[in-house]
């Protein structure tokens, strides 16, 4: 009789902590820890507010990485978000995430650009659009085994800001 309790109340307990959601941690970066690709063009600066391109015309590529977690053994991004301003009325600020594996795998996000829809939009789907506005991205590039390298890979266009970005992590 006793051991039929203990194995209901067994039971009971997986059942319990199966049901148990797993902890979130969400890491925060400000657009300072992003790098440009070519450092060496005039006008591509960091402000009090972030990365900068001053220039008048055209865009450039910049890599905003992902640290805190890479090298974990499982890791799952459920969400991320890149913070912008964008200054250019012919071109957006668009964004992907892009995962790099131990094993040389190599994943890729959806791209967003920047537009009027809260949480962005389609690769340039509105290049007018100028503004303050969020990418959002849901489950950008899901899970991986040892990851080396996570970083949001953008296209800065002239006038324009990366204010920061953030990554939300499964535990």
Same mark, same amino acid.
């Given at each position: 009789?006793?051991?039929?309790?203990?194995?209901?109340?067994?039971?009971?307990?997986?059942?319990?902590?199966?049901?148990?959601?797993?902890?979130?941690?969400?890491?925060?970066?400000?657009?300072?820890? *992003?790098?440009? %690709?070519? #450092?060496?063009?005039?006008?591509?600066?960091?402000?009090?507010? @972030?990365?900068?391109?001053? =220039?008048? /015309?055209?865009?450039?590529?910049?890599?905003?990485?992902?640290?805190?977690?890479?090298?974990?053994?499982?890791?799952?991004?459920?969400?991320?978000?890149?913070?912008?301003?964008?200054?250019?009325?012919?071109?957006?600020?668009?964004?992907?995430?892009?995962?790099?594996?131990?094993?040389?795998?190599?994943?890729?996000?959806?791209?967003?650009?920047? *537009?009027?829809? %809260?949480? #962005?939009?389609?690769?340039?789907?509105?290049?007018?659009?100028? @503004?303050?506005?969020?990418? =959002?991205? /849901?489950?950008?590039?899901?899970?991986?085994?040892?990851?080396?390298?996570?970083?949001?890979?953008?296209?800065?266009?002239?006038?324009?800001?990366?204010?920061?970005?953030?990554?939300?992590?499964?535990?």
């Amino acid at each position: 009789m006793a051991s039929g309790r203990i194995q209901s109340l067994i039971t009971a307990a997986l059942v319990l902590i199966s049901g148990v959601a797993q902890a979130q941690t969400t890491y925060y970066y400000s657009g300072h820890q *992003c790098q440009w %690709y070519d #450092g060496s063009v005039p006008k591509l600066q960091y402000s009090a507010y @972030g990365l900068v391109n001053m =220039n008048s /015309t055209g865009w450039r590529g910049a890599y905003c990485p992902a640290d805190g977690y890479v090298n974990s053994n499982l890791v799952t991004i459920n969400s991320s978000t890149v913070v912008y301003y964008d200054g250019a009325s012919t071109q957006s600020v668009s964004c992907t995430w892009e995962m790099t594996n131990w094993d040389g795998s190599l994943y890729w996000s959806p791209t967003l650009s920047s *537009c009027s829809d %809260y949480g #962005g939009c389609s690769y340039d789907a509105n290049p007018g659009f100028t @503004g303050i506005g969020q990418l =959002n991205f /849901t489950n950008p590039i899901g899970r991986s085994l040892y990851p080396l390298n996570i970083t949001a890979q953008c296209l800065v266009p002239y006038w324009s800001t990366i204010y920061g970005y953030n990554m939300t992590t499964a535990q």
